[in-house]
């Protein structure tokens, strides 16, 4: 194929709920989405993870709109791609930008699929009909606000529940939660919010039999937390501190983490998440696909990605009406007992809705 067009369109969106973590609280989604088209006028999608603001990463809108613009773009027109693996060769000289990276070889992969008439899962290699799914519920403004909240994703049959902890919000947190639902598949994520000063802290939430900590420490740290796990029986999952097959080995190497949290914007596309889903089924690492509040574009991508065996845990991808008055995909994302069915139609498996991209589109630039 070769790339005759890309849209970059910058869209905002109401979330339906603000998303409180340890760095901040989203009440809206600003995004851009990404159409890409082939010489014959078949197109590909993708949205972009980046964030307005740097907090999560140091990537955001802007600076992945700039990467886009001014370096990853002009790389990709009219270069001929026989398959989207070849997209990471050509951007390998960029350095870091994983997100900016990332959308534009996604889309390549729902263009590749298309042409194939086959799904995106199904070239991935993906094998489920169905992906098991949780829920990752954000800071609330009291405890008894956030066991309603598991209740009721409980009765909607999510398969495992991951808590936002940050310091003041931690052990009696998960206390109560697990004095009230003492069986739930429970997990918590700090988002960097901790360090090893914390230790003592971290070592009591050892007692209440939780599937995993996600990134207790810096974002960009493996060395301390190879530390922290060395003392702690709970695994850790590392999700910001992971870009790449090679950060995954060296963190498995050093004892960093015992669960890897992939994102495929953080890792630069399907491609790298790919290849260490491979690596992890090979070695029986238990893996699964993390979230960043993606309408149904960047939520389809992770669907097809979580349909590869080696996803061998509820990832974060909820369904749409958790986080969207209306999504901009057709059908919207359904979850039934704790299960997304894996779509069989072509590429990414769902429509966009033109309408709603219009209707939430702030900014669009036509680039060929
Ligand atoms: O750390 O996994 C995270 C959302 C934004 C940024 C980082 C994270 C998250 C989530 C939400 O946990 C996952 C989702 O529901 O999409
Ligand atoms: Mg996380």
Request: charge should be negative; hydrophobic fraction near 40%.
């Amino acid at each position: 194929m070769k790339i005759k067009q890309v849209i970059l369109r910058h869209l905002k969106m109401d979330l339906l709920y603000p998303f409180v973590t340890s760095f901040g609280a989203e009440y809206d989604k600003d995004f851009i989405l990404v159409e890409i088209m082939n010489e014959d006028g078949l197109v590909g999608w993708a949205e972009n993870v980046a964030m307005p603001t740097p907090y999560y990463n140091e990537e955001t809108v802007k600076t992945n709109w700039h990467m886009l613009e001014d370096f990853l773009i002009p790389t990709l027109l009219n270069s001929e791609i026989h398959h989207p693996d070849e997209l990471a060769e050509k951007f390998a000289h960029i350095r870091g930008n994983y997100m900016a990276k990332a959308c534009l070889n996604m889309a390549v992969w729902d263009l590749y699929a298309r042409e194939q008439n086959a799904s995106l899962a199904s070239v991935l290699g993906g094998t489920k009909k169905t992906i098991d799914v949780g829920v990752s519920i954000g800071i609330k403004d009291s405890i008894e606000a956030t066991l309603d909240v598991i209740e009721q994703r409980r009765a909607e049959g999510y398969k495992r529940f991951k808590l936002k902890i940050k310091p003041g919000w931690d052990v009696e947190l998960i206390d109560k939660v697990r004095k009230v639902f003492p069986e739930i598949p429970l997990m918590a994520d700090a988002n960097s919010a901790y360090t090893l000063e914390d230790m003592n802290l971290l070592k009591a939430l050892d007692d209440y039999n939780l599937m995993m900590i996600e990134q207790p420490l810096a974002y960009n740290d493996i060395i301390d937390h190879a530390e922290l796990q060395a003392n702690l029986k709970t695994p850790i999952c590392l999700d910001e501190s992971i870009h790449s097959l090679e950060d995954t080995k060296k963190a498995l190497k050093l004892g960093s983490c015992k669960i890897i949290n992939v994102k495929v914007g953080r890792v630069g596309g399907l491609t790298e998440a790919k290849k260490i889903h491979d690596y992890c089924l090979e070695r029986n690492v238990p893996l699964w696909c993390g979230g960043m509040l993606e309408a149904g574009v960047g939520r389809a991508h992770n669907i097809a990605m979580t349909a590869m065996p080696g996803f061998t845990l509820p990832g974060d991808t909820a369904g749409s009406s958790l986080y969207w008055a209306e999504d901009i995909i057709e059908p919207e994302v359904t979850v039934e007992n704790g299960t997304i069915t894996v779509p069989t139609t072509p590429g990414m498996g769902y429509e966009v809705s033109m309408d709603k991209v219009k209707k939430y589109t702030l900014y669009s630039k036509t680039y060929r």
